[in-house]
C-alpha cells in the first residue's frame, strides 16, 4: 500500500472511531501534502460526511437491519438522509449542529460539488470568496 493510501486510511479510522478532530486534523494534514486541491477537498468531504453519519447514528433509532426504517434513510444516494447536504440540514435541524458548524458543512459541500463538475482542473485559487467563508468561520476546525 502506497504511502498517501496508508494516510488515507489512517485520517479515515480516527475520524470514524470518534477520535476527535484534533486527531483527525493531524492526519488530514499530512495528506494535504500529497492531494492536489482537488484531492483534499473530497477528502475533507468524506471526512466531514463519515462525521456525519455517525452523529445520525447516535441521533436515530438504532437500525436493528438493513431494511429497518433508520438504515433505509439513511442509505447513501438513496434515503432522504443519504447525502452529505441532508445530514448537514437534518443535524442542524436537530440542534445537534450549531449555525457555524453548519455553515462550515454547506461551504465544503459547495466546494466538493464544483469538483464533481469541473473534471478538468479545479483549484481553490479560483474560489477565494468559498476559501474566505472558510476561514469567517471562527472557532471550528479552521479558525
Same mark, same amino acid.
Given at each position: 500500500?502506497?504511502?498517501?493510501?496508508?494516510?488515507?486510511?489512517?485520517?479515515?479510522?480516527?475520524?470514524?472511531?470518534?477520535?476527535?478532530?484534533?486527531?483527525?486534523?493531524?492526519?488530514?494534514?499530512?495528506?494535504?501534502?500529497?492531494?492536489?486541491? =482537488?484531492?483534499? @477537498? &473530497?477528502?475533507?468531504?468524506?471526512? *466531514?460526511?463519515?462525521?456525519?453519519?455517525? #452523529? $445520525?447514528?447516535?441521533?436515530?433509532?438504532?437500525?436493528?437491519?438493513?431494511?429497518?426504517?433508520?438504515?433505509?434513510?439513511?442509505?447513501?444516494?438513496?434515503?432522504?438522509?443519504?447525502?452529505?447536504?441532508? =445530514?448537514?440540514? @437534518? &443535524?442542524?435541524?436537530?440542534?445537534? *449542529?450549531?449555525?457555524?458548524?453548519?455553515? #462550515? $458543512?454547506?461551504?465544503?459541500?459547495?466546494?466538493?460539488?464544483?469538483?464533481?463538475?469541473?473534471?478538468?482542473?479545479?483549484?481553490?485559487?479560483?474560489?477565494?470568496?468559498?476559501?474566505?467563508?472558510?476561514?469567517?468561520?471562527?472557532?471550528?476546525?479552521?479558525?
Amino acid at each position: 500500500m502506497a504511502e498517501v493510501d496508508k494516510l488515507r486510511v489512517k485520517a479515515f479510522e480516527k475520524a470514524v472511531l470518534g477520535e476527535g478532530w484534533e486527531a483527525v486534523e493531524t492526519e488530514f494534514s499530512k495528506l494535504t501534502d500529497y492531494e492536489d486541491d =482537488r484531492g483534499v @477537498i &473530497l477528502l475533507c468531504a468524506a471526512l *466531514l460526511d463519515a462525521a456525519m453519519s455517525d #452523529l $445520525l447514528s447516535l441521533t436515530l433509532r438504532p437500525a436493528k437491519n438493513k431494511k429497518s426504517t433508520s438504515a433505509r434513510i439513511q442509505r447513501d444516494g438513496e434515503g432522504i438522509l443519504g447525502s452529505y447536504r441532508a =445530514r448537514a440540514d @437534518i &443535524l442542524y435541524s436537530l440542534s445537534v *449542529l450549531n449555525k457555524k458548524e453548519h455553515s #462550515l $458543512l454547506v461551504v465544503v459541500s459547495e466546494l466538493r460539488n464544483i469538483c464533481a463538475h469541473k473534471p478538468i482542473q479545479f483549484s481553490l485559487e479560483d474560489y477565494p470568496e468559498k476559501v474566505e467563508r472558510l476561514f469567517e468561520i471562527e472557532g471550528h476546525w479552521f479558525g
